[in-house]
């Protein structure tokens, strides 16, 4: 028997292609990712200075920092040609795209509503897995 992260992280191997061929990662193009420093190093390279002045990456407390995936296009490390994360394998990315749409806590399991693929129900034969397990779908 899988553990649940390995349920996730099957999970969200399974749609790769989807999310780059069909959705063109939507994700990486709405909403707003925290960052601590060094992810925010890590995903927008040089551009600092230019994210700030444009209101599209603004300092908060603690040394984190909010970025605005509607910038111009979308997230800075994304491939625009091919929809492709060009940090996605590496391990310092942030945690939020490490575990997105799929985020386990306690006994629950919660698919974000944001992602097509979950709208499109990709997900069934993995939700059976985490019902199997005593999981909570929300």
């Known amino acids: 028997m ?6 996730a992280d099957s999970a969200r191997s399974s749609i790769s292609d989807y999310c780059m061929n069909e959705c063109k990662a939507f994700c990486c193009s709405k909403g707003y990712l925290v960052l601590s420093k060094k992810e925010m190093i890590l995903t927008i390279g040089d551009k600092q200075g230019e994210l700030e002045d444009t209101g599209f990456l603004t300092p908060m407390e603690n040394d984190e920092y ?25 391990p310092g990315r942030n945690l939020a795209c490490k575990k997105f749409p799929i985020f386990i806590e306690d006994k629950k399991v919660r698919f974000s509503d944001r992602c097509p693929a979950v709208k499109a129900n990709k997900f069934y034969p993995y939700i059976k897995e985490f019902i199997a397990l005593g999981f909570k779908i929300e």
Do not use: F, Q, Y
Request: proline share 10%; with cysteine.
């Open 66 to 90: 909010a970025l605005n995936l509607g910038n111009p296009g979308s997230c800075p490390s994304l491939n625009k040609s091919n929809s492709a994360c060009v940090i996605h394998k590496n």
């Open 2 to 7: 899988r553990s649940p992260e390995e349920i």
